[in-house]
């Protein structure tokens, strides 16, 4: 693959296939959760814990496809572009997790993690800490990857200016996750810190090493390329592998199933997600090699996936109260699997929706 200039450059790269598949694998663990609660036998509390560990890579997957995309289309900028980079990010991140944060809060309250406000204060709190709703963690996370994107310039240049500092710059990233998921364990996972640094989740050295990887895989695609197209089988090994190695470590907490014991931060899951995001994009190097009829779709849809993973838990909260929640206890699978389809197709429907709506009324203040 070589390196595309602005009139060749594919419909769709690496990090529109992350932001797809991580948006479309992260509405099912919201459904899963909900299903779950409803107190199903052993084996559809096996099955969801299996199912859950299976779609366990969101998080670092569109970690790696933002910081991709974002060093793509933004390759000679620092930090006199820094302004121009933050206008351009508001209007497509900033503002849409605002709105949707103030949705959480005013009208569907019952959804929001660990404590709820009940005060201006409280309130406050809970906007910008995550716990607006159970997804929104991840929002005040991965906005700290955009407000930090200086840094990620800088270092994905400086790394590949020689293979020495590469090396360096991966193994002290390596080397300095895997002591922080140590420490994490220790002190966060069912340790003496467990209720008092949760919040540690929601912050960026949580997910440093998606990112760094991410900015350095733009800047080395065409070598990544070229390994992922003769060794992709060793990342399928690995994702087996790991994948089974999760779901033990799930399956010796016993019964009743509790997916809060399946996160992110164990060596498990941390090898199993670098897993997929290898095979994500040995697909979209693939399909771009072959000029592929899914890139124009991947893009369209990677456009408004951050959107549309922002209200998958409004409109789940309503397919829930119309029909999942009783369906779900009488047919727990066949609620799993229409609550879900559902939920995809209403997220993204009024991603884009509200979208040409918003430019619609944009358009007629100007005229």
Known sequence: MTVRTKTNVPAADVGDYMKVFACTAVMMQTVLSLVLKTGPNSNVQTGIGVIYNLVKYTAPAFIFGILFTTIRTNESSDLSNYGNYMSKTFSSLFVPTFWWTLVYLIFIPSVQQITHFHNVTSFLWQFVNGNAAPHLWYNTMMLQFIILMPFFWWLSRWAVKSNKKLFCVLTVTVIGYFCWL????????????????????????????????????????????????????????????????????????????NLANAIYYKPSMTIYALAVIGLIAALAFMNIRHHSDVLNPMHFLATYAYRA?????????????????????VHPVWSIVSCYILTWILAFASAYLLHIGWFSIKNKIHS
Do not use: C
């Open 309 to 329: 993973y922002l209200s998958n838990v409004f409109w789940l909260q309503i397919i829930w109260h119309l029909f999942g929640h009783n369906l779900s206890n």
């Open 182 to 257: 140590l420490f994490y364990d220790h002190f966060v996972f069912y340790g003496p810190q467990m209720q008092h640094w949760y919040l540690l989740d929601r912050i960026f050295i949580s997910f440093i090493i998606y990112g760094i990887l991410g900015a350095l895989a733009w800047k080395k695609h065409v070598q990544l390329e070229n390994w992922l197209r003769k060794f992709w089988w060793l990342a399928a090994i690995v994702f087996v592998l790991s994948f089974v190695w999760t779901n033990s470590e799930l399956k010796s907490f016993g019964h009743p199933v």
